[in-house]
């Protein structure tokens, strides 16, 4: 008869709570039992442990085994206990020195051989273990993710026979390391765009300020491709938003790739996307389109074309940064602060206003295809482009050598540590009292701003919109206070006229 308690982590969303697993051995008839709120995967631990136990050429006792997984509240799903409840069980048999069990988390599925497979999300366990103070022992396999954690004593296995022997002091296990994981570069560059010069200057003020942007334009004027390269002019990742950027991915169905370490995500989903294709959800929530885009790019092309029901369900996300996802069994949180670009053409046909008259788009039928976009997502959206057909492309081709996307980049580097520097965070995260605090107008400047208001009937949020998008020009320049140069641009990208300007 024996007890043993060995620490792990569940995985909830991006979290990792911790989970005690406790084992029992006692009289009775020979049975194992699970208690906790095991889901299948965990039942089934008992079949994966006890096969890996006899093929390790362990004994199992023929007595009543139980073992229970604490908070007993809190749902556990996947195989990343059957490491620890391996490991209960040889202790609570005195077969393994549990003295490391206070110091250490174990996590890893078995085999029916005794190996130790891979599990999803571990480099959330390893930040949490770390928070802890303990160290970690995963599957070899996760070694490399664990270790961007850059986390104390974390250890990789291949076997519980290995695991078994480190313990007893008969061998090492061999300490992950972060290698040498670097960061892909992007290779779509602004230097294949000609013309559109009022695009990419929209691109680079939604690019230093994290500002959402609407491009509009026919078929072939390159939307696509101008939204493509914002990937490549976005100021590189702080080590805080790269941890989180991964956390996301390693809870993810594909799981993280190394080899894109520290690089900003592209997700452009079809616009069939369900609501939890997007959003994200489950019986097991997982995260979205939109989390997996954190401090990266969604791209929704075609904008319309997606399901009404769907586009809302950006609208809470869009300002508070995260999403929620609640289901009767369990209760996960996202991050999902993503920039937001779409595409959308003028009507349904694309060719509104082409001198070349084939668009045969009624009116009743433009205004039913903007109308699938609502208002209040509009609003949330700063920068509102129409994209111009260029005219005599094959000679702009051969005259204009347009920058590049590191000539770009410079500029905006040096906007966004002025934002950094002044507030913390991006012009386009500020909340109502930041909009106050560094977006201030001097008298004339107010003027003209409350005229333009009057005249456009701008809502709340979108006054707030302008300004932050003013201020951002403004740090584009180099400018400590915001001007009426900077408030007439902001307000061009909403597709507002200027004319207070001249009163």
Same mark, same amino acid.
């Given at each position: 008869m024996g007890l043993a308690r060995v620490y792990s982590r569940a995985g909830v969303g991006v979290n990792a709570p911790e989970v005690i697993v406790e084992v029992h051995v006692g009289g009775g008839l020979p049975r194992i039992s699970m208690v906790g709120l095991p889901q299948t995967a965990v039942r089934e631990a008992k079949d994966r442990v006890k096969a890996a136990l006899l093929n390790a050429k362990f004994r199992i006792p023929p007595s009543h085994i139980t073992i229970s997984l604490t908070p007993a509240?809190? @749902?556990?799903?996947?195989?990343?206990?059957?490491?620890?409840?391996?490991?209960?069980?040889?202790?609570?048999?005195?077969?393994?020195?549990?003295?490391?069990?206070?110091?250490?988390?174990?996590?890893?599925?078995?085999?029916?051989?005794?190996?130790?497979?891979?599990? %999803?999300?571990?480099?959330?366990?390893?930040?949490?273990?770390?928070?802890?103070?303990?160290?970690?022992?995963? &599957?070899?396999?996760?070694?490399?993710?664990?270790? =961007?954690?850059?986390?104390?004593?974390?250890?990789?296995?291949?076997? /519980? =026979?290995?695991?078994v022997s480190w313990l007893n002091g008969c061998a090492q296990l061999e300490a992950v390391s972060a290698g040498s994981a670097i960061a892909s570069m992007h290779t779509r560059d602004l230097r294949d765009v000609y013309g559109q010069q009022q695009a990419r200057r929209a691109l680079e003020v939604a690019a230093a300020g994290s500002h959402n942007l609407l491009l509009t334009g026919a078929p072939g004027t390159g939307k696509t491709m101008l939204a493509s390269r914002l990937p490549g002019i976005l100021p590189p990742m702080?080590?805080?938003?790269?941890?989180?950027?991964?956390?996301?991915?390693?809870?993810?169905?594909?799981?993280?790739?190394?080899?894109?370490?520290?690089?900003?995500?592209?997700?452009?989903? +079809? +616009?069939?996307?369900?609501?939890?294709?997007?959003?994200?959800?489950?019986?097991? %929530?997982?995260?979205?389109?939109?989390?997996?885009?954190? +401090?990266?790019?969604?791209?929704?092309?075609?904008?319309?074309?997606f399901n009404r029901n769907v586009l809302e369900?950006?609208?809470?996300?869009?300002e508070s940064g995260r999403v929620t996802i609640s289901r009767a069994g369990c209760h996960a949180e996202f991050p999902a602060r993503f920039q937001l670009v779409a595409?959308?053409? &003028?009507? @349904?046909?694309?060719?509104?206003?082409?001198?070349?008259?084939?668009?045969?788009?009624?009116?009743?039928?433009?205004?039913?295809?903007?109308?699938?976009?609502?208002? @209040?997502?509009?609003?949330?959206?700063? =920068? +509102?482009?129409?994209?111009?057909?260029?005219?005599?492309?094959?000679?702009?081709?051969?005259?204009?050598?347009?920058?590049?996307?590191?000539?770009?980049?410079?500029?905006?580097?040096?906007?966004?540590?002025?934002?950094?520097?002044?507030?913390?965070?991006?012009?386009?995260?500020?909340?109502?009292?930041?909009?106050?605090?560094?977006?201030?107008?001097?008298?004339?400047?107010?003027?003209?701003?409350?005229?333009?208001?009057?005249?456009?009937? /701008?809502? %709340?949020r979108g006054c707030h919109r302008v300004l932050k998008v003013s201020r951002t020009i403004a740090d584009l320049e180099n400018e400590e206070h915001i001007g009426v140069q900077h408030l007439a641009e902001a307000l061009s990208y909403r597709g507002i006229e200027s004319e207070p300007a001249h009163a």
């Open positions: 509240d809190l @749902p556990k799903s996947g195989g990343r206990f059957d490491l620890p409840i391996a490991l209960g069980i040889l202790a609570a048999t005195a077969q393994v020195d549990d003295s490391h069990f206070d110091r250490f988390e174990f996590i890893g599925e078995l085999s029916l051989g005794g190996g130790l497979n891979p599990v %999803p999300g571990v480099l959330p366990v390893a930040i949490e273990a770390q928070r802890s103070g303990r160290g970690l022992v995963m &599957p070899a396999a996760n070694g490399a993710e664990a270790a =961007l954690s850059k986390g104390d004593f974390l250890y990789g296995a291949d076997s /519980l =026979l290995s695991v702080s080590e805080k938003e790269a941890l989180e950027t991964a956390a996301v991915a390693s809870v993810s169905q594909r799981g993280l790739d190394i080899g894109h370490w520290r690089t900003r995500s592209f997700r452009a989903p +079809h +616009h069939t996307a369900s609501c939890a294709a997007l959003v994200g959800g489950g019986s097991r %929530p997982r995260p979205g389109e939109i989390s997996l885009a954190h +401090h990266g790019v969604l791209f929704l092309d075609e904008l319309p074309e369900v950006l609208r809470e996300p869009m595409a959308m053409n &003028p009507c @349904p046909c694309g060719f509104a206003g082409d001198n070349s008259g084939r668009c045969m788009c009624t009116s009743e039928q433009v205004q039913r295809y903007r109308g699938k976009v609502s208002g @209040p997502l509009l609003d949330r959206i700063d =920068l +509102h482009i129409e994209m111009m057909k260029p005219s005599r492309m094959l000679k702009r081709q051969k005259s204009e050598t347009p920058e590049s996307s590191s000539e770009v980049l410079k500029r905006i580097i040096a906007a966004r540590k002025i934002q950094l520097r002044r507030a913390g965070i991006p012009n386009a995260h500020l909340g109502s009292a930041g909009v106050r605090q560094f977006c201030g107008l001097c008298d004339n400047d107010r003027d003209f701003f409350e005229q333009a208001v009057d005249l456009t009937g /701008l809502s %709340p």
